[in-house]
């Protein structure tokens, strides 16, 4: 057992703590957080079978997205697409390889080419596009070069340059049951997994939150029956209600 195989895994054990931890966090503040307002994007559905549709164009289609902007759509929907591919693609070496998992192996392999394709687009477009490279933030250029830089040692160490999978495979295993195993004297793996546990650590305090947060945004998951339906936040309901029983309470003496 190496000490950098020991550094890696309590690496992955403190990205993996700070992701659950931050993320769950960030949603719970999203769920608790009221909506004073009925304030749906419009048009928006009268029904909540329509809310449900709408999420769902909205979260595998970018619907919102491919109206306001086609070549965004195109980069960010290519990006996104691959990017489940290659996920998918990577529970090999968390579970036991089955029939489904052997079937998109080759689908995830290729998809890495379109997944920074994808992301090389976006980056463009904050370098060329004068409004979009006006409201880029640092963190932004950041955050696509991690990405990027992930994608690519990813591609390497599948087309340049082969790691022992086996090994890899033994080793995220072995960290699931707090059990070290050595990992591959491989200079592009340890790269490419200390940006993945750097992405992991950063992730609860990026913009990349958008993910879970498009679920509890009130523009796309409201409603749209203002006049049928008064809305009211729950703390404003409880408050009147406090204020209704402070009057009855005068009222009796």
């Known amino acids: 057992m190496t000490f950098v195989s020991i550094l890696y895994g309590l690496l992955f054990w403190a990205a993996t703590l700070v992701l659950v931890v931050g993320v769950g966090r960030k949603i719970y503040l999203y769920a608790t957080i009221p909506a004073p307002l009925k304030i749906p994007t419009t048009p928006a559905p009268v029904t ?14 970018f619907e919102s997205l491919f109206r306001a902007n086609k070549y965004t759509w195109l980069f960010a929907f290519m990006f996104h697409m691959a990017l489940w591919l290659v996920l998918l693609r990577h529970t090999r070496y968390f579970m036991d390889m ?20 994808g992301l090389a687009g976006l980056w463009a477009r904050r370098l060329l596009v004068d409004r979009v490279r006006y409201i880029s933030a640092p963190s932004d250029h950041l955050m696509l070069a991690l990405l990027i830089g992930i994608g690519l040692s990813g591609m390497m160490m599948t087309f340049v340059s082969p790691t022992d999978i086996t090994m890899v495979k033994g080793f995220f295993r ?41 679920f509890f945004s009130p523009t ?25 029983s402070d009057r009855n309470e005068v009222k009796h003496g």
């Open 48 to 61: 909540q079978v329509g809310v449900v549709g709408r999420m769902f164009r909205e979260v595998v289609l």
């Open 98 to 117: 089955n029939s489904l998992l052997s079937f998109i192996q080759p689908f995830g392999k290729y998809a890495s080419f379109a997944m920074v394709f």
């Open 174 to 214: 072995g960290l699931m049951t707090f059990d070290f195993h050595p990992l591959p004297a491989s200079p592009i793996l340890l790269v490419h997994l200390f940006l993945v546990a750097l992405l992991m650590l950063i992730f609860p305090i990026s913009k990349l939150l958008h993910a879970p947060g498009v």
């Open 220 to 244: 796309r998951n409201q409603v749209d029956n203002p006049r049928e339906k008064r809305h009211i936040a729950a703390w404003a309901l409880a408050l009147e209600k406090n204020k209704q």
